[in-house]
């Protein structure tokens, strides 16, 4: 009778074929059950080693996804410990917009759209800049629009188109033909949509801070401002504060040697705000967000101060939280509801190293009662400036006259009347030219007069604006990557390098300037 192979091959052992009659044989007989010839060794051992090694490579895979945890749903995978998110490719034909200029325009035509507690302050501002016409207002609520209205009056500008009653109002104001550019100033979570409509419907954008909170997102806008050639400017104001364009001014003249370590922050006690039961969209936004919701504002200067893409880039972040506390009572006031699972830490802290090995510091915390403060400290190989709680600096290492140089007095800050006349000396142009009406106008102080003012200067002259959309990616990044690096245990992430390839391209950052 004739063997068949489940006789001969009862436990299913590896099999090799056999050399005379091809029959298939377990790896373990030393003779052929069908033909009688000896099984040669070479064989044998050949499909054993086969055998073993398609199981060890299957157990590599395993162990490698179990150790990585690489995840098909996420846009990041995890190497050595190390997060790596996934960049992109720039399409064929695409470029990049270092340096972009658009067509001047003679005047800025504007279309407003959200017009709540900051927003409001965008055509009171504008009506006072040379060179703009505000063409269109939009907000869900008519009373915001009325309230807009009523700046234009004052100014003596004439009343602007009003779009309101729908959720997306907003889109007309877009397809218009007679806008240059649309500013949004609504809540975060339709920043991405309004920015990318408003471009492919061939307008300029400036959006308010964060631009967005994921990465798909940030490259979402990235390459429609690429394809479509159009600027996508984040509102980041803190840029334009006094004490930060001064002090950028002393670094870029080498007050303070080599910038190492920079600390910025968004410590502000919204409390009170957040617990309001009409306007619940931050702390709603909180609720599923764990990480740094707010960088920008503390990120922004310090960013013109270390040439982030002019020279140097973000390279490896990582972020660690408090527990959550306070946000979960806010929470409970403005939704009468308690819950277990609110996800924002009180007091977030983040930490960027840079290519060139600089660190960045960055704080998040607006829940407790620690006073307003966006920190921003320089530290220099020789100086050190720090603006809260006051302004004061320290240039040089002398030790004054009969102070014991290990004694704590012997590093002090200079005087307040040094600092005074130092500030005064290294005053930054901006400010020399629009310091004082920015006052008058105001807008926290000026800066965002000031904001505004450089924005219609750069597009009524034709200028690359002060900040482009890298600027915009590179300092909303902190808000999805923090949240990142937290879901894994503060792991470090590699922060993607937004210009794809072109940040040294650049030399040093600069304010662009009409001959
Ligand atoms: N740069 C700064 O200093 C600064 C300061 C405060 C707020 N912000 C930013 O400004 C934005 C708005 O904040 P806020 O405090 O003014 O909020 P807010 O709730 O006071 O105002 C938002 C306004 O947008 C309107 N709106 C919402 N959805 C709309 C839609 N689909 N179409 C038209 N209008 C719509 C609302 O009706 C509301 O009037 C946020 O992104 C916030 O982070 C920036």
């Known amino acids: 009778m004739v063997a068949s192979p489940k006789d001969i091959n009862p436990n299913n052992e590896p099999t090799v074929l056999c050399p005379e009659c091809g029959v298939p044989i377990p790896v373990s007989m030393e003779k052929c059950p069908y033909c009688g010839i000896r099984m040669p060794r070479g064989c044998k051992m050949l499909a054993i080693r086969v055998a073993v090694g398609i199981v060890a490579l299957i157990a590599a895979i395993i162990a490698l996804c179990l150790f990585t945890r690489c995840s098909s749903n996420e846009p990041y995978k995890i190497v050595d410990g190390t997060i790596i998110c996934h960049t992109p490719k720039r399409a064929a034909g695409q470029q990049d917009m270092l340096g972009f200029a658009a067509e ?134 803190c840029i334009y504060d006094f004490f930060e364009l001064t002090t950028l001014n002393m670094a870029q003249q080498g007050l303070f040697g080599e910038i190492l370590h920079t600390e910025g922050a968004y410590i502000h006690s919204l409390d009170h705000s957040m617990r309001r039961t009409d306007r619940t969209w931050r702390v709603d936004h909180l609720r599923n967000f764990r990480g740094d919701a707010y960088p920008t504002h503390g990120l922004g200067p310090l960013c013109l101060v270390l040439d982030i893409h002019r020279g140097d880039r973000f390279k490896t972040l990582v972020a660690m939280d408090t527990k959550c506390v306070m946000g979960a009572d806010i929470y409970a006031s403005a939704h009468g509801e308690k819950l277990d699972d609110f996800q924002n830490g009180d007091q977030t802290t983040t930490l960027i190293r840079t290519e060139n090995g600089k660190v960045i510091q960055l704080h998040h915390n607006i829940v407790t009662p620690r006073p307003y403060s966006r920190d921003y400290a320089l530290v220099g190989t020789q100086g050190y400036a720090v603006k809260y709680p006051i302004q004061a600096f320290r240039i040089g290492n002398d030790v004054p006259e009969g ?108 304010f662009a300037y009409a001959e």
């Not at 060179?131 to 003596?156: F, P, R, S």
């Not at 300092?475 to 879901?487: D, E, G, H, Q, R």
Request: hydrophobic share 35%.
């Open 403 to 510: 102070v014991n140089p290990v004694s704590l007095k012997a590093h002090p800050f200079m005087s307040n009347e040094e600092r005074d006349a130092l500030l005064e000396q290294y005053k930054h142009p901006i400010i020399k030219e629009v310091g004082e009406i920015a006052k008058k106008v105001g807008g926290h102080g000026g800066m965002d007069f000031i904001m505004d003012y450089r924005l219609v200067y750069c597009l009524r002259n034709g200028l690359p604006l002060d900040m482009d959309v890298y600027d915009l990616a590179e300092w909303s990044c902190p808000a999805p990557l923090s949240s990142i690096s937290i879901k894994h245990g503060s792991a470090p992430v590699q922060v993607p390098d937004f210009t794809r390839g072109a940040w040294k391209r650049i030399k040093g950052y600069e």
């Open 104 to 237: 001047p325009l003679e005047t800025v035509r504007v279309g407003f759209i959200g017009l709540g507690s900051r927003g409001k302050g965008g055509p009171k501002r504008w009506s006072q800049i040379e060179g703009t016409q505000i063409v269109a207002l939009c907000d869900l609520k008519q009373e915001c629009i009325d309230k807009a209205q009523e700046y234009l009056d004052k100014a003596g500008r004439p009343r602007a188109a009003e779009y309101t009653g729908s959720e997306d109002a907003w889109k007309q104001v877009c397809e218009r033909d007679d806008i240059d550019l649309i500013y949004v100033a609504t809540p975060w979570a339709s920043h991405v949509e309004m920015a990318l409509y408003a471009m492919e419907c061939g307008k300029h954008v400036a959006v308010e801070v964060p631009a967005a909170f994921t990465m798909e997102e940030l490259w979402q806008i990235i390459d429609t401002s690429e394809r479509t050639r159009r600027h996508c400017m984040m509102l980041e104001n």
